[in-house]
């Protein structure tokens, strides 16, 4: 596995990252045991995956700490916790509380990262001024080791929280999302993490959008009809074909892991997955070249002004906006 350092925190972590919610949450939405579910994040770790990141959520932290027992000291566990329950703003105790909780499940002393899960901007002062002070507490009794923060990338399309936190002293990384249709941390984040050096955690790199073909079809469509891309994208029955050929991806997928790990200030790119030989892909995708710098430039001039494609649901990308 090829490993990068996860920008302040001095972490040394593979590039492929293990995301234990999503669609699948390890396979457990899906119908798969629990102890299958414990035997993927055993075989990720076979695989070279050092980063695993989980969320009190997820409902997938104790099997994370099953899966990982007897080399908790050879990876870095990252979880998270929410700092609201509907639209009532948790107080600290509540939070503290859910790392306490993440702790037991996850069968450690201690997390690497502990993050504030999916937070709002509107909701940003409050975790700054009220939630940070009392984490610090916690920090300083050793729980966590490094403070992170995650953006709720299907409400917020112009990643306007994570913008401020970038540039915060506050946060040691950030979870984004990014993908060959919604590049727009690119401009509103990046910039901000690499100079802050921020470590960063990529989301929806494929999500459900590129994993079917026909799923980018039909949106294209839909992004045709807005306005958004041309019409000839949207007439092509296979509009990212362009991508698969000798010497560029061997698949849409694979193109997609590996545009999204090339994005300068991209660290970790998480993915998700319930099946081994899905997660075997993924991770020989990540550890490819990049694409064809042809080929990333064509999606950049493609789709580099969209704004939040594919970042909600399972089914078809969204055309929500143009950035």
Not at 97 to 118: I, W
Not at 153 to 180: Q, Y
Not at 181 to 192: C, D, E, I, T
Not at 277 to 285: G, L, Q, R
């Amino acid at each position: 596995m090829d490993t990068v350092t996860l920008g302040r925190t001095g972490l040394k972590v593979g590039v492929a990252g293990l995301g234990c919610g999503g669609f699948s949450r390890l396979g457990l939405a899906t119908g798969k045991s629990e102890a299958e579910a414990v035997a993927l994040v055993k075989r990720a770790f076979d695989l070279g995956v050092t980063l695993f990141d989980t969320a009190a959520a997820y409902g997938t932290e104790g099997v994370v700490g099953q899966g990982l027992a007897g080399v908790r000291d050879r990876v870095v566990i990252t979880t998270k916790a929410n700092i609201i329950d509907g639209d009532a703003r948790l107080p600290p105790e509540k939070v503290i509380a859910s790392l306490e909780n993440s702790l037991r499940l996850l069968k450690t002393d201690h997390v690497d990262v502990f993050q504030l899960h999916g937070v709002r901007a509107v909701d940003y002062d409050y975790a700054v001024e009220t939630i940070v002070p009392a984490l610090r507490l916690e920090q300083r009794k050793g729980k966590f080791r490094f403070l992170g923060i995650t953006e709720g990338a299907a409400r917020d399309h112009k990643a306007e929280m994570l913008s401020r936190a970038v540039k915060d002293d506050h946060w040691d990384t950030a979870m984004l999302a990014f993908h060959m249709m919604h590049q727009h941390a690119r401009k509103a984040v990046l910039p901000g993490a690499m100079a802050k050096r921020i470590g960063t955690l990529v989301m929806f790199a494929v999500r459900s959008i590129f994993a079917r073909p026909e799923r980018v079809a039909a949106g294209m469509k839909e992004l045709a009809a807005a306005g958004l891309v041309s019409k000839a994208l949207a007439d092509d029955p296979n509009p990212l074909g362009f991508l698969i050929h000798k010497g560029g991806a061997d698949s849409l997928t694979d193109a997609a892991y590996r545009f999204a790990r090339y994005e300068p200030g991209n660290d970790v790119v998480l993915f998700g997955t319930g099946d081994v030989h899905h997660m075997e892909a993924n991770v020989a995708s990540l550890n490819k070249p990049p694409l064809p710098a042809a080929d990333r430039q064509k999606l950049i001039d493609l789709f580099g002004h969209l704004l939040g494609v594919g970042l909600v649901g399972a089914g078809p990308p969204k055309p929500p906006s143009a950035a």
